[in-house]
């Protein structure tokens, strides 16, 4: 057999031995786990916030206000080719009284190669960051 050939071949065992024992060791790579977000008053974190509030004050009919993003984490989904977003938001009501939190997942993706948003799930009020953590789905 030529050399090149023998090289090529024991480079390809080599990947796919590296694949197997990978795979074997069960670990996830980082990228499965939710990350917490560096920058809450990021103008695309602050984009997502908003998102959310409008899109369930279109859908409930609330007259809930964006106030600010308070905490986030993030998580890369490459089976469905995106990232979701999960938010604690400060809301307040059409009269600008009171303040309450919510918790949001927004999804951002690609479809159709369009970036797409799409809110996942909205609760609340949400009373701490604590509850948040207590009460997480996703």
């Not at 279109?58 to 989904?77: C, E, I, N, P, W």
């Not at 490459?78 to 918790?103: A, H, K, N, P, W």
Request: proline share 4%; with cysteine; hydrophobic share 40%.
């Amino acid at each position: 057999m030529d050399s090149s050939y023998q090289t090529l071949m024991s480079k390809i065992l080599i990947l796919i031995s590296i694949f197997f024992i990978s795979a074997a060791s069960g670990d996830k790579p980082p990228h499965y786990d939710w990350t917490p977000l560096k920058n809450v008053t990021d103008p695309d974190v602050v984009n997502l916030g908003t998102f959310a509030v409008t899109t369930h004050y279109s859908q409930a009919h609330t007259s809930l206000v964006f106030d600010r993003v308070v905490y986030g984490m993030m998580k890369v989904r490459t089976d469905i080719c995106g990232t979701d977003y999960q938010l604690i938001i400060s809301v307040r009501d059409g009269t600008g009284q009171g303040t309450d939190r919510f918790e949001a997942v927004v999804h951002r993706g690609i479809k159709n190669c369009i970036q797409c948003l799409k809110l996942k799930y909205y609760k609340g009020p949400v009373n701490s960051v604590l509850e948040f953590f207590l009460i997480r789905k996703y």
